[in-house]
């Protein structure tokens, strides 16, 4: 049975599901926005946090297909990435960027910050203005908390390396929505 949610399959690869991604609207309880960056971790990818198989901390990205793997990197910032492939395989394509458009008022509370085209400028920020947090761990994202709803239209998107990353680091599995000024970093 395909995982299909928002149009998008989620038992594809991550680097398919990742460009797909690009332009959908990722709400967690009511707070959100288009997705305009992502980076696809694949488990045979050495920058992915499945590359050394299952663990306590990494367990939701083994599967199933359609849910949320939460982490923290370097102990200081919440990560959320979506898990894809078939359950057990280990991928996921990290959220890095989305331009705010539901909720703003609670995104500017929650970040103490202005300026729109960074309040959700990177996936630390991106997790602390959308108040993703381990409990959304393993949980499905086509339920409560979560809404996850189709792009509109054609969207053109932009590819490029992954960034803070020191394995694998040519690897163009970085999209982006093209020319948007919500990406955490400009595409070259």
């Not at 149009?7 to 991550?14: K, N, T, V, Y």
């Not at 971790?41 to 306590?56: C, N």
């Not at 008022?105 to 996936?123: N, Q, S, Y």
């Amino acid at each position: 049975m395909t995982r299909l949610i928002a149009g998008i399959d989620f038992e594809r690869p991550a680097h398919e599901v990742a460009r797909k991604l690009i332009g959908a609207v990722v709400l967690v309880n009511g707070v959100g926005g288009r997705i305009v960056e992502t980076e696809a971790y694949d488990r045979e990818d050495p920058a992915s946090h499945a590359f050394t198989g299952r663990s306590e901390r990494n367990f939701a990205m083994f599967g199933p297909p359609g849910h949320a793997y939460v982490y923290r990197s370097h102990g200081l910032h919440w990560c959320l990435n979506f898990v894809c492939m078939e359950e057990g395989h280990g991928a996921g394509v990290l959220l890095r960027a989305i331009e705010p458009l539901e909720g703003l008022d609670a995104m500017h509370e929650r970040r103490k910050f202005d300026d729109v085209r960074l309040l959700c400028a990177g996936p630390g920020r991106l997790c602390q203005a959308m108040a993703v947090t381990r409990a959304h761990n393993a949980l499905p994202l086509d339920a409560p908390p979560f809404e996850l709803r189709p792009r509109q239209g054609r969207v053109q998107v932009a590819v490029g390396p992954r960034i803070g990353i020191s394995k694998a680091v040519d690897v163009p599995w970085r999209f982006g929505l093209a020319n948007s000024p919500y990406v955490s970093k400009p595409f070259r």
